[in-house]
């Protein structure tokens, strides 16, 4: 069975800076896998934050470019998001998504119909 545990929301101050991680288990080919990080905020549609291809090559959104890092760990099944010089509109839950094996458009930013595994999501509030 799949799964994957997002871990590390919180609630910081703007300006400040918090690491979310994704623990990956039951996945077969994980490397080969996109993986991908996706915010949601109250009454908003879900949208691609990063996005990290089999190379390690990385896609961000406009909105977070320079602030956020996306990164992975093979060996571990991991997926991390380094979130800096946070606002208050980088507010929302955060899930953690893995695309099939079929899958390889990867250096887009992320969208939510193009990826299969999700996690429960974990919450960062940020305050002004």
């Known amino acids: 069975q799949v799964q994957l545990v997002e871990s590390g929301g919180g609630s910081v101050q703007a300006g400040g800076s918090l690491r979310l991680s994704c623990a990956a288990s039951?996945?077969?080919?994980?490397?080969?896998?996109?993986m991908a990080w996706f915010r949601q905020a109250p009454g908003e549609e879900r949208e691609g934050v990063a996005a990290?291809?089999?190379?390690?090559?990385?896609t961000y959104a406009d909105s977070v470019k320079g602030r956020f890092t996306i990164s992975k760990d093979n060996a571990k099944q991991t997926l991390d998001l380094e979130m800096n010089s946070l606002k208050p509109e980088d507010t929302a839950m955060y899930y953690c998504a893995a695309s099939s094996l079929k899958f390889d458009r990867c250096r887009v930013v992320p969208i939510p119909g193009q990826y299969t595994y999700w996690g429960q999501g974990t919450q960062v509030t940020v305050s002004s």
């Open positions: 039951g996945f077969s080919y994980y490397s080969s896998r996109c």
């Open positions: 990290i291809d089999r190379a390690g090559s990385t």
